[in-house]
Structures are given as C-alpha cells and as structure tokens.
C-alpha cells in the first residue's frame, strides 16, 4: 500500500522559514519523481515543485522560485520543501505525491498546514 506522510507545517510570520517533510513507502522511493501540491482555502490544488527520481533538476512554480527548495533523501525515503522568505500567500495545505509536474494531480497524503501570519 502506498503512504505518504507529511510532516513539518505550522504557524510562522511573513518572512519566515518552515521545512516540510514527507515519508514514503510501498512503493520504490528512488525510482519516483516526486512533487508537492499546496491548496489554499478555497482555492483548487497547484503545483508547487518538483524534483526527479534520482534528486536532480528540481523546478518550480514562479510563485516560489528563489524562495522554496525541494529536496530528496533516498536513503530516508525522504522529500523536503525548504520554504523561505515566506508570505501570507504561502498559506494552505502543503501535500506531497508521485510524478514530478507540472500538474497537481496524483496520490497525497494527509497534508500539512501552513499558515503565515503576523
């Protein structure tokens, strides 16, 4: 069975930094592209970023481009989201899933809540 497990959200201030992470299994993590989606209240999902099977040649949304960094530890089975200089416009629920983009469809977890704030 497929799970995906985000982790690593919460409550930070325009400017701020928060690293989201996922966990996956039942399924061969080094040879999955990956991707993370957010959804903003009331607002369909988008892609954020992504990155290919073996960590390389990440991409992203113009949105977060210079401010968010998408990693892969495949030893962990393991995918980051390096989120800076963040924005109220960040807000919403982040989810990982399988492929790399730009599309936000596909498998996710449960998600995590980011929420930015002053």
């Known amino acids: 069975e497929v799970q995906l497990v985000e982790s690593g959200g919460g409550l930070v201030q325009p400017g701020g930094s928060l690293r989201l992470s996922c966990v996956g299994s039942?399924?061969?993590?080094?040879?999955?592209?990956m991707k993370w989606v957010r959804q903003a209240p009331g607002e369909g999902l988008e892609w954020v970023a992504g990155i290919f099977a073996r960590g390389l040649a990440p991409d992203y949304a113009d949105s977060v481009k210079g401010r968010f960094t998408i990693s892969k530890d495949n030893t962990k089975n393991t995918l980051y989201l390096q989120m800076d200089n963040l924005k109220p416009e960040d807000s919403g629920i982040y989810f990982c899933?399988?492929?790399?983009?730009?599309?936000?469809?596909?498998?996710r977890g449960q998600g995590t809540q980011v929420t930015v704030s002053s």
């Open positions: 899933a399988r492929g790399f983009g730009p599309d936000a469809g596909g498998q």
């Open positions: 039942g399924f061969t993590f080094s040879a999955t592209h």
